[in-house]
């Protein structure tokens, strides 16, 4: 009986799933692995950018676009891509993403549209004004900056458009938020572009970290969708696993503590993505208790030159301390130190000895 159930719901789920009229509609296929920061465009398959803006692809096939990337850390909502757009940013710069619908959409007929964002944790501010335009023809990457309406009414004459707007604001940085607008179709609709259409002078923006070096909202987005809506009859999605990030965390002050998967690769600096799990938890866990600051400790083996020892402990002790500052600590809240080979918590005669002496470390200060 169990298992009909189980098969029941699979063959609804994947009906519905094959009514999306968005295709590649989490970004998992592309013709190139993403070398660049704007390397979205016509590379990630039935997807284009509708202005000239660098709109982002993210994925774990480079490192150094993959979930912690230039403007914060967060994992796909399913599969191993997704997108990132500017929707506000100083001189109105706009970025979007463009698909190209396996249909044109039916006169009369009702659309739900879903997508998931998540801020970036660079971000300033978050902002209003989540739009949604649909066009008959594909819209030129390299005419303009940002797609204003004014420029759409000017330009009515060379192809029809309709747009819709949802006027929220969006502030989550760790997990996805999905949003939900609904759309009857005139019939003409081809193109559909995600993305903010007007101006920082007509939009509402909200600050959300008051000590960036400079004003943007930069949101990631995954899984979007445009189904008829008649064909929902109920929403079936696939279960998204919880971050553990926020499970509760017991920590004591003045008690030093090792991370168990803070990673990096072999000589180097850069954390590894299985380390972002722990260092999540620690980030809440100073947040809530803003009582307490943190110092880190970076250390190594005794294999190697004691200079670079040196050197690349206190780089990988920087580099947890940077991450906690990405996810909005205050500088003066975090101290981080480098002790090279000096401080072995085993001695160095086994590859499993220095492995344990390969480790960073963690003590909270209570500044009561």
């Not at 465009?41 to 039935?46: F, G, P, Q, R």
């Not at 502030?171 to 920082?200: C, H, P, R, S």
């Not at 002050?253 to 954390?271: D, G």
Request: proline letters at 2%.
């Amino acid at each position: 009986m169990k298992l009909k159930i189980t098969l029941i719901c699979l063959f609804l789920f994947l009906s519905i799933t094959a009514q999306n009229l968005v295709l590649n509609p989490s970004f998992e296929d592309y013709n190139d692995c993403p070398k660049f920061k704007g390397d979205f465009h016509e590379n990630v398959t039935n997807w284009s950018c509708s202005n000239y803006g660098s709109t982002d692809y993210f994925n774990d096939c480079n490192n150094e676009l993959s979930y912690l990337n230039y403007v914060g850390y967060q994992t796909p909502r399913t599969g191993k891509g997704y997108a990132g757009i500017y929707t506000f940013a100083p001189g109105s710069y706009r970025e979007y993403i463009q698909s190209d619908l396996s249909l044109k959409l039916t006169k009369g007929i009702k659309y739900l549209i879903t997508f998931y964002i998540s801020l970036s944790d660079c971000s300033s501010h978050s902002n209003n004004n989540f739009g949604v335009l649909f066009t008959s023809v594909k819209l030129d990457n390299k005419s303009k900056d940002f797609i204003h309406l004014k420029y759409l009414e000017r330009d009515a004459i060379k192809y029809k458009y309709s747009i819709i707007t949802d006027n929220n604001f969006y502030y989550n940085t760790q997990e996805w938020t999905k949003v939900t607008l609904e759309y009857k179709a005139d019939g003409f609709e081809k193109f559909m572009t995600i993305g903010n259409f007007d101006t920082n002078r007509k939009i509402k923006t909200k600050e959300v970290w008051n000590s960036a070096e400079r004003q943007f909202a930069y949101y990631y987005i995954d899984d979007v969708s445009l189904i008829p809506s008649h064909l929902i009859k109920e929403e079936i999605e696939p279960k998204i696993e919880e971050k553990t990030a926020n499970e509760e965390i017991t920590l004591k002050p003045e008690i030093t503590y090792t991370f168990k998967n803070v990673l990096f690769e072999f000589n180097k600096a850069q954390l590894l993505n299985t380390s972002i799990e722990e260092l999540d938890k620690l980030s809440i866990h100073l947040k809530e208790n803003k009582n307490l600051n943190i110092e880190i400790y970076g250390h190594t083996d005794n294999v190697g030159l004691t200079k670079r020892n040196q050197e690349l402990s206190l780089q990988r002790a920087q580099s947890v301390s940077n991450y906690l500052i990405l996810k909005s600590l205050k500088k003066e809240r975090i101290n981080w130190f480098g002790f090279g080979s000096s401080k072995p918590v085993k001695s160095n005669n086994t590859e499993k000895n220095r492995a344990k002496n390969r480790r960073v470390e963690f003590k909270l200060i209570d500044k009561k």
